[in-house]
């Protein structure tokens, strides 16, 4: 069982190992030149105004509390539809139920504006 | 057991090298037919028709000045490349190019391996790609940078919802999660036959989980200059690079894998049937189309992005889902 | 072999849950967490679940954490002075702790039945299946499935409501920016970040 697993982990030993010896190598290669204007933070040539931390529109963190819930609501549809031959027509009902209640939470996320990017 | 960890190692290295190579030759692939479409020639210096434009491109990366910030998080700055780069590679474990072929009177699968929850595996892999493209933006403390990150993980993670609903009417039909009984079970016909709308929405979300044009607005060069990799130079810019093409190959041989029958297909005449070649066909198809698709179409406005993922793709793969329930209990009530 | 890999990976948990106390950073420590959720997912494969690995990664990793991330980016909140704002947290925390702690000395020394009845090797391969788990989770265990969709609809309702703002606010917002326009001081960065005015806590 386990051991299907073991080439995944072969595959990515060798995938973080060309990505760590390819920055390596590029930092040993590469020429070194570093001043203060050099490593400030590009703005299109100006001199930069403020911190790049700074707030954000709270319309992106809706976006991620939206996600994990439809997301893990969708999770579920895998496991159904894995056996939903077996289950026929009784599966059938069981997925309308859990959908019809999605779809009044994503009916009232909708009216309420959240899908909206203004 | 020691050979079959021998046997992993080569097939691991040859995922490694064939998509680096890929990943060279898509970009040359899509500068010439880009310049093609759009009346120029394209690469032509560097050997015949520009074949080693891509290897002079390597080689220029790797001379390049690596440069840090000042007021970057230096471990994380690091860190977000390879977070970039590694999940594409790992995507290839499970995608089954092929049935098993016998070498040196050895049966040798040509999957790396074949796990009961394959597809949930590719979906898992693909959920953790977006850290590297949110930690590059924060880390460079760049403004542009920021943003490009912040608008590709809510971009990636809300066409994520569509994607991964679309694949659930395939999977309804196979009940397996296995790729390799997935591309069996096209043994007579082909998916997209019989889930076009779910194929549809699986290619739209596809380019939008890959940053790909038409929803290429992480890194809308009028507004972010680069997006989330401005402040990136050398081989740390290139393995997002990287990462990009190998997902859209990654993203290619999913779509042939779960509508358009994996490696089968008929003998071709004159060479007869080799293994993989139906597999490259339709992927190279695909990346073709990729292609031909940022020639083509412009640019999505963000809230056009948005509303499309969420008020339009969400609710059709959710019918999907639906219809092919009730059309299946019927069929199986006959 | 296994019991090896098993306390590497359990030492990768370990160095997580520490490096993402320890962390000053919040970002830092939100990646420490991310490693933690990867090697419980290790874990579990080892357990012999790999449905329940594969959805650990996409649950906790590939979603919650990236919402703590995206809250951590939002609100500039990378590094909150610890001893600020909690009084009386640490002591509760240490309680707590204490009381896991204990527990687990508890559980982990009086010798448990690990091995139910009836469970054979055979049983356990046959657990693995995501076939077999799916068939329980939609016969025995239907009702709990669901009042989960029940669950998720008061989530969704209470994440609305605690970040969309009620329309009176907004056209407070909407002027605070305007005015900022034409002052022209900030005008440039209202295009980026909305509530510029009042800095609102959110949810």
Not at chain 2, 271 to 276: A, D, H, M, V
Not at chain 3, 114 to 119: D, E, K, S
């Given at each position: 069982m386990l051991q299907s697993y073991v080439p995944i982990l072969i595959l990515l030993v060798l995938a973080t190992g060309f990505a760590l010896i390819s920055i390596l190598l590029a930092t040993f290669i590469g020429p070194r030149h570093p001043n203060t204007r050099k490593l400030s933070p590009y703005e299109s040539g100006m001199t930069?105004?403020?911190?790049?931390m700074r707030r954000y529109p709270v319309r992106f963190y809706l976006v991620a509390v939206l996600f994990i819930l439809f997301d893990i609501e969708i999770i579920f549809f895998f496991p159904w539809a894995l056996i939903f031959r077996q289950l026929g027509f009784f599966g059938l009902v069981e997925i309308m139920v859990f959908i019809l209640i999605l779809l009044v939470g994503y009916a009232y996320v909708w009216k309420k504006g959240a899908l909206d990017w203004e | 057991m020691i050979e079959f960890l021998i046997e992993a190692v080569i097939k691991s290295a040859i995922i490694v090298l064939v998509l680096l190579t890929s990943f060279a030759y898509i970009t040359w692939l899509e500068r010439k037919v880009l310049a093609r479409m759009q009346a120029r020639i394209g690469p032509?210096?560097?050997a015949p028709f520009g074949l080693l434009l891509p290897l002079a491109d390597g080689i220029k990366l790797i001379f390049k000045e690596d440069t840090t910030p000042l007021e970057a998080d230096k471990f994380v700055y690091l860190l977000a490349p390879i977070l970039a780069a590694v999940p594409a590679f790992i995507i290839?474990?499970?995608?089954?190019?092929?049935d098993t072929i016998t070498l040196f009177g050895r049966t040798i699968t040509l999957y790396l391996t074949d796990l009961n929850v394959g597809l949930l595996f590719i979906f898992s892999i693909t959920s953790i790609g977006v850290y590297g493209i949110a930690l590059a933006g924060w880390s460079s403390s760049n403004k542009y940078a920021l943003l490009g990150g912040l608008r590709a993980t809510a971009q990636m993670i809300s066409y994520e919802l569509p994607f991964s609903l679309s694949v659930v009417g395939v999977l309804m039909m196979v009940g397996s999660f296995s790729l390799v009984d997935i591309v069996k079970a096209?043994?007579?016909?082909?998916f997209v036959i019989l889930q076009p709308v779910a194929f549809v929405i699986f290619m739209i979300c596809a380019a939008a989980e890959v940053n790909r044009?038409?929803?290429?607005l992480p890194e809308a060069e009028q507004e972010?200059?680069?997006?989330?990799?401005?402040?990136y130079s050398g081989m740390k810019f290139a393995l997002f690079y990287a990462a990009e093409y190998i997902k859209i190959v990654a993203m290619s041989a999913l779509a042939v894998v779960l509508?358009?029958?994996?490696?089968?297909g008929p003998p071709i005449p004159l060479?007869?049937?080799?293994?993989?070649i139906w597999f490259v066909i339709k992927v190279f198809i695909f990346l073709f189309a990729f292609i031909w698709v940022r020639a083509t179409l412009p640019r999505f406005r963000y809230d056009q992005l948005m509303s499309l993922g969420w008020k339009v793709l969400l609710p059709l793969a959710l019918a999907n889902v639906v219809i092919t329930a009730i059309a299946i209990v019927l069929r199986d009530l006959r | 072999m296994e019991s090896i890999f098993f306390y590497a990976t359990a030492a990768i948990a370990l160095i997580g849950a520490i490096g993402m106390v320890l962390s000053r950073n919040a970002i830092h420590s939100a990646l420490f967490l991310v490693l933690n959720f990867a090697a419980t997912s290790v874990l579990y494969l080892m357990l012999n679940a790999p449905l329940l690995a594969v959805l650990q990664v996409t649950v906790y990793a590939g979603a919650i954490m990236v919402l703590f991330l995206f809250v951590i980016m939002l609100l500039n909140a990378?590094?909150?002075?610890?001893?600020?704002?909690?009084?009386w947290q640490p002591i509760a925390a240490l309680i707590l702790g204490g009381l896991l702690l204990v527990e687990t000395v508890v559980t982990v020394g009086r010798p448990l039945p690990?091995?139910?009845?009836?469970?054979t090797p055979e049983t356990l391969n046959q657990l693995a299946d995501p076939r077999v788990l799916a068939q329980f989770l939609f016969t025995d265990y239907l009702l709990p499935f669901e009042v989960t969709s029940l669950l998720l609809l008061v989530a969704m309702v209470g994440a609305v409501v605690l970040t969309k703002a009620r329309p009176a606010q907004k056209r407070d917002q909407r002027r605070v920016r305007f005015a900022d326009q034409v002052e022209g001081s900030e005008g440039a960065s209202a295009v980026m970040s909305e509530p510029q005015g009042e800095n609102r806590p959110v949810a």
């Open positions: 930069p105004i403020g911190p790049a | 032509n210096r560097a290839f474990a499970v995608i089954p190019i092929g096209q043994n007579s016909i082909w044009s038409p929803f290429d972010l200059t680069a997006g989330y990799h401005t402040e509508f358009f029958g994996g490696w089968q060479i007869g049937s080799i293994p993989i | 990378e590094n909150v002075s610890v001893d600020s704002h909690l009084r690990l091995n139910p009845a009836g469970v």
